[in-house]
């Protein structure tokens, strides 16, 4: 009997992971969205996935790992959204605009110590204090300085003039484990349809990198990222890690989290 149908296959009232015949397996797919074994875990989420085909990629450690340049590693996660749009600075409000802000701790990028970086209105985090311009090149790319990028929604978007459009950040969590959040509410291009908004986290202690998805949604051709860069680079010549170029494979909800290796 299935255990992911919905139907009472053994007639004893209980259906799926209701029926204790269903509990103590092992997941039998790591790519359909289900517990299969119930347990409470999907896919990647579930252990007994470890090194198995997934949609990006291979499970490994919860997540699918599509990418790996020897520094770190990108694996696709859920969840994880804080917004910032009520309680963070805004330090951008415009178009084709760029700003330098201080980290609340020091972050390493590739093995470079950074207490500052450039929050840019076309979706992207510099290492260099030089602007990120709209559109999108494939990884690595000679922009920004040709220092590290993290391009979390790299397009033609706009950051304003909208009352709560822009570019926030703020840092949440006590010393030792804090995280930089830096969000973005945008449109796409002058094209007015619906906005977007995605977030950028770097973590303390871990450099730890997440891009986190919220609403991909602009209500034309450059809904859920089919215009955009997406991935992390040390410099023009790499290392580099890319999630995608131009295709819509973000997805409301998604969390893309690089790790060091």
């Known amino acids: 009997s299935s255990c992911t149908n919905r139907i009472d296959d053994d007639c004893?009232?209980?259906?799926?992971?209701?029926?204790?015949d269903c509990q103590g397996g092992t997941e039998t797919s790591c790519g359909d969205g289900m517990d299969n074994d119930c347990d409470g875990l999907t896919d990647c989420e579930d252990p007994d996935c470890d090194g198995a085909a997934c949609a990006n990629?291979?499970?490994s450690g919860g997540g699918c790992c599509f990418g790996n340049d020897g520094v770190y590693q990108g694996c696709v996660h859920s969840g994880g959204f804080e917004d910032i749009l009520s309680t963070g600075t805004r330090v951008l409000n415009s178009d084709d605009d760029y700003a330098?802000?201080?980290?609340?701790?020091?972050?390493?990028?590739?093995?470079?110590?950074?207490?500052?970086?450039?929050?840019?209105?076309?979706?992207?985090?510099?290492?260099?204090?030089?602007?990120?311009?709209?559109?999108?090149?494939v990884l690595p790319a000679p922009v920004a300085g040709s220092q590290g990028l993290l391009a979390v929604f790299w397009t033609d978007i706009m950051t304003g003039p909208h009352t709560d459009f822009g570019v926030y950040h703020e840092t949440r969590g006590t010393p030792g484990s804090r995280r930089f959040i830096v969000q973005w509410k945008a449109t796409y291009n002058f094209k007015y349809e619906e906005p977007g908004i995605f977030q950028a986290v770097?973590?303390?202690g871990s450099n730890t990198i997440e891009f986190r998805y919220h609403d991909l949604y602009f209500g034309n051709y450059a809904d859920f990222g089919a215009e955009s860069s997406v991935g992390i680079q040390s410099g023009s010549a790499g290392p580099f890690i890319m999630f995608s170029y131009k295709t819509p494979s973000l997805r409301d909800g998604m969390t893309l989290r690089f790790t060091r290796l």
């Open 100 to 137: 330098r802000v201080t980290l609340p701790f020091t972050f390493n990028l590739y093995g470079r110590d950074l207490t500052e970086v450039t929050l840019q209105t076309n979706g992207g985090i510099t290492e260099a204090h030089a602007y990120l311009q709209g559109g999108s090149w």
């Open 57 to 59: 990629g291979v499970c």
């Open 12 to 20: 004893d009232g209980l259906t799926d992971c209701e029926d204790p």
């Open 202 to 204: 770097l973590y303390e």
